[in-house]
């Protein structure tokens, strides 16, 4: 350790030195860059022999006295064996597991401040829902600074062969969360729930052990015998289900459909891209039979009950995935079908039973076309041809519409 001088600097000096880094003695520093004037000690560290810095304040905090202080402090702690530095993290350590917040805690403030940036609604409940399931049963309770590697496998290994993208789902809100803390100095390091680079040299790969699964679709040859079944029914649950096939939309775009997004003059509906799972706006063309059954359902519009198109039995709600569902499984006779994979049936035959280019179809389903650059010549979505198509499925799977005598029949 160097030899202590006698003290160089004055209380007026402190105030008046330039740009530089001036010595008090006794291992005291101070650092003047323009505004800002800093103290820090140095010192060899007692415990590696290396050399070290460790701030202890601004001079507009920290006065020369007290600054004088904390550098014998920090002297002292050296002769004892101490690094000054390890010690002020060890304590700053201490101070966050005495007054610090739990992992459950820190999440639900994430939630609730990232909430108006996510473009599902529902999102800050599905994030609940996860976390409480799978998370919280093992680091819920634990303070956010002391969750450890061991914490996030003890979360993940028992799901991550089974449903390996739910797991996946989780690490990854695992991960944000921790870097929610971590960012608002609730805890340092690294991120134990982070993949590249350190769960991934424990845990396999997702793609090889996760288990392919694909929607059961209508076949080709049934699509038309399970929509007449559909159109023979009153309920509302299979006007929607046809709607769904005639459109080829994902079920979530269709229950929640209201009014306000039918264009009936230029038969358009128009999907915003709050509710795209690409996150853009979609068009979708409406044939014949698909106005057919906007016009049998409109006797039910209520625009104070939500405006939808195919409204639930709880106000203000629209139908459930579980009723379209129970109405394909009727008219299909079998559990063993989708209601998504009706879109899978559409591809099918888009592509064994037609000319129709790849990327219209796909278009259709609302799905990325292509490589960014293909994408970036096509500026269009392909409507009118997307037209000509729908309308050609919809020769495929049509029947003859019967509008109910009653439109209060229409029940799901």
């Keep these: 350790m160097p030899r202590i001088t006698s003290h160089r600097l004055t209380a007026r000096t402190v105030a008046s030195l330039k740009d530089g880094v001036f010595g008090d003695g006794g291992n005291l520093w101070l650092t003047v860059r323009n505004n800002t004037r800093s103290w820090s000690v140095r010192y060899k560290s007692p415990v590696t022999g290396k050399a070290r810095e460790m701030g202890i304040g601004s001079a507009r905090d920290v006065s020369l006295a007290d600054a004088r202080r904390r550098a014998t402090e920090a002297r002292l702690m050296v002769l004892d064996g101490i690094d000054p530095l390890d010690r002020k993290r060890e304590e700053k350590a201490a101070r966050r597991k005495e007054t610090g917040l739990t992992f459950a805690q820190v999440a639900e403030r994430y939630i609730i401040e990232r909430a108006p940036a996510w473009r599902d609604p529902r999102s800050p409940g599905v994030w609940r829902s996860s976390l409480e399931h799978h998370a919280y049963p093992h680091m ?194 079998t559990k063993a079908v989708t209601v998504h994979g009706l879109r899978s049936t559409f591809r099918d035959w888009a592509a064994e039973e037609t000319d129709f280019p790849n990327e219209v179809a796909e278009m259709a389903l609302a799905h990325a076309v292509g490589n960014k650059v293909e994408a970036a010549y096509r500026r269009g979505d392909l409507f009118a041809k997307r037209r000509e198509m729908m309308e050609a499925w919809e020769t495929k799977v049509i029947t003859v519409f019967h509008p109910p005598s009653n439109p209060a029949s229409l029940s799901s």
């Design 140 to 333: 819920g309770k634990k303070n956010v600074v002391a969750i450890e590697t061991d914490d996030v496998l003890a979360v993940l290994r028992p799901i991550w062969a089974t449903t390996t993208e739910t797991a996946g789902r989780v690490r990854g809100r695992i991960e944000r969360v921790l870097d929610y803390a971590r960012t608002q100095g609730w805890r340092e390091g690294e991120n134990p729930a982070r993949w590249r680079g350190h769960l991934d040299n424990i845990l396999p790969a997702p793609s090889k052990v996760t288990k392919v699964e694909h929607h059961a679709a209508v076949e080709r040859k049934d699509i038309a015998k399970v929509m007449a079944a559909l159109a023979r029914s009153d309920g509302l649950s299979a006007k929607a289900v046809r709607f769904l096939c005639l459109t080829v939309a994902r079920s979530g775009e269709v229950r929640a459909a209201v009014w306000s997004e039918i264009d009936f003059a230029n038969r358009v509906w128009t999907i915003p891209a709050a509710r795209m799972k690409a996150g853009r706006e979609h068009r979708v063309p409406l044939t014949d039979g698909a106005l057919a059954i906007l016009e049998a359902v409109r006797p039910l519009r209520d625009s104070a009950k939500g405006d939808f198109i195919f409204p639930g039995h709880r106000a203000g709600k629209p139908l459930s995935d579980v009723a379209l569902s129970k109405a394909l499984h009727l008219a299909a006779g």
